[in-house]
């Protein structure tokens, strides 16, 4: 979730210009992994930019695919605040 977040957040989203993608207090290998599997799940679009000597596959994002963007809408949490009152009988 933090990678889609960290995604929508850039300006660049969308662009066709790589993104780069860091997230606080995670290693930076540990989001290269998810980044790999968010990409073979067609949840968000790049290049795969890996070299043979790549400990792991290396994703160039650019987006977040329609597929991801509803598996975000299904995912997000209900909005917070006061609860709805009903009017009417």
């Known amino acids: 979730r933090a990678i889609f977040v960290k995604i929508e957040g850039d300006p660049k989203a969308g662009s066709g210009q790589g993104l780069q993608i860091a997230i606080d207090n995670y290693d930076q290998n ?40 509803k598996y975000l809408d299904e995912t997000e949490p209900p909005p917070q605040g006061p609860p709805k009152r009903k009017i009417g009988f």
């Open 30 to 69: 540990v989001v290269g992994q998810h980044i790999a599997y968010l990409y073979d799940e067609k949840l968000i679009d790049g290049i795969d930019v890996t070299h043979m000597q790549s400990p792991y596959k290396e994703i160039l994002i650019r987006d977040i695919t329609p597929k991801g963007r």
